[in-house]
T-cell receptor
Framework: DQQVKQNSPSLSVQEGRISILNCDYT??????FLWYKKYPAEGPTFLIS?????DKNEDGRFTVFLNKSAKHLSLHIVPSQPGDSAVYFC??????????FGAGTRLTVKP | KAGVTQTPRYLIKTRGQQVTLSCSPI?????VSWYQQTPGQGLQFLFE???????NKGNFPGRFSGRQFSNSRSEMNVSTLELGDSALYLC??????????????FGPGTRLLVL
């Protein structure tokens, strides 16, 4: 059961522009959401998270927005840099470490 | 502080064999989770261990098993390997302080190829 969905397998943006990665979930019990970045041949690296009590969390160039009513979250990267090119995974959990991941979105930032 | 380490990094096995993968969590982390990553499927949760006990389990057959030792190191075993078991197996650790919302930190993974 795909409780977390990333419907765009890939995204290409120009350097300096905004990258918006989207994620939808179906389980209303999820209360903690995370974004991970993954380079080839490496494990996922934690990027940013948000609790269900918030609707926005910002860390430098990265901002995560949560819309609980729509069961939707998004990751904004501004400005995008070529080094941001990677696969981005959205994850959600309802309790402790029972985390569900989306299939990932491959972001390509063109110089 | 050293990150999560996994051994071996690469493994080639044949159908029917069994395999054991190892994971050493970040020092002080007490929870270890295992995931399978295949192309197009994202990360599929296998199981989580805490205090040497399996605390959560995903929807994988009984051929997939694991254990955790008193030093929090964990092993994952897959018996009677099938071609479809070819994947990247990732281990993640977290502090497990009792706080509900925790961040997991991943190792580099073990790439398993079943021929």
């Amino acid at each position: 059961d795909q409780q977390v969905k990333q419907n765009s397998p890939s995204l290409s943006v120009q350097e300096g522009r905004i990258s918006i990665l989207n994620c939808d979930y179906t389980n209303s019990m999820f209360d903690y959401f995370l974004w991970y970045k993954k380079y080839p041949a490496e494990g996922p690296t934690f990027l940013i998270s948000i609790s269900s009590i918030k609707d926005k969390n910002e860390d430098g160039r990265f901002t995560v927005f949560l819309n609980k009513s729509a069961k939707h979250l998004s990751l904004h990267i501004v400005p995008s840099q070529p080094g941001d090119s990677a696969v981005y995974f959205c994850a959600a959990s309802a309790r402790r470490n029972d985390m569900r991941f989306g299939a990932g979105t491959r972001l390509t930032v063109k110089p | 502080k050293a990150g999560v380490t996994q051994t071996p990094r690469y493994l080639i096995k044949t159908r029917g064999q069994q395999v054991t993968l190892s994971c050493s969590p970040i020092s002080g982390h007490r929870s270890v989770s295992w995931y399978q990553q295949t192309p197009g499927q994202g990360l599929q949760f296998l199981f989580e261990y805490f205090s040497e006990t399996q605390r959560n389990k995903g929807n994988f057959p009984g051929r997939f098993s694991g254990r955790q030792f008193s030093n929090s190191r964990s092993e994952m075993n897959v018996s009677t390997l099938e071609l479809g078991d070819s994947a990247l197996y990732l281990c993640a650790s977290s502090l497990a302080t009792g706080v509900v919302q925790e961040t997991q930190y991943f190792g580099p993974g073990t790439r398993l190829l079943v021929l």
